[in-house]
């Protein structure tokens, strides 16, 4: 069969989220820094938000608000090390968004193209 007759490949989301992974463990940068982010309920202290947010139980019928809440989970200058925990984390919380990057040193992160960071949309709070 050419290649002509066989179908083309999708680049999927799964496919751009490997190739993200991809470079973010092979990047120049030798600091290897894994971000997470996920959506969670908050319930505000004495009914008055302050923009904090603290993992808790809640009663079932208090009022609630949906935050995103990005972090810092793991530094390596281990690529290795990095892809390993990475996926024990994927694999350990599959309900959060993982993304490892490459960052240089002595770097303003916010000057490269992307930088370690994570989007949350509207559907994310659904």
Same mark, same amino acid.
């Given at each position: ?11 999927? /989301? &799964?496919?751009?989220? @490997? ?12 600091? *290897? $820094?894994? !971000? ?10 004495? /009914? &008055?938000?302050?923009? @904090? ?12 608000? *949906? $935050?995103? !809440? ?27 968004w ?7 040193w ?21």
């Amino acid at each position: 069969m050419t290649a002509k007759n066989q179908p083309e490949q999708e680049t999927t /989301g &799964e496919n751009a989220e @490997a190739a993200m992974i991809q470079l973010g463990l092979t990047g120049v940068g030798p600091v *290897k $820094i894994i !971000v997470k982010g996920h959506v969670e309920k908050t319930q505000p202290e004495n /009914g &008055e938000g302050n923009g @904090a947010s603290e993992q808790r139980a809640l009663p079932a019928n208090s009022p609630t608000t *949906k $935050i995103a !809440v990005v972090s810092v989970v793991f530094l390596t200058l281990d690529a290795t090390l990095a892809e390993r925990r990475l996926r024990d984390l994927k694999a350990s919380d599959p309900s959060s968004w993982y993304m490892v990057y490459s960052c240089p040193w002595d770097t303003d992160l916010t000057t490269l193209a992307h930088y370690p960071s994570v989007a949350v949309t509207a559907e994310d709070f659904q």
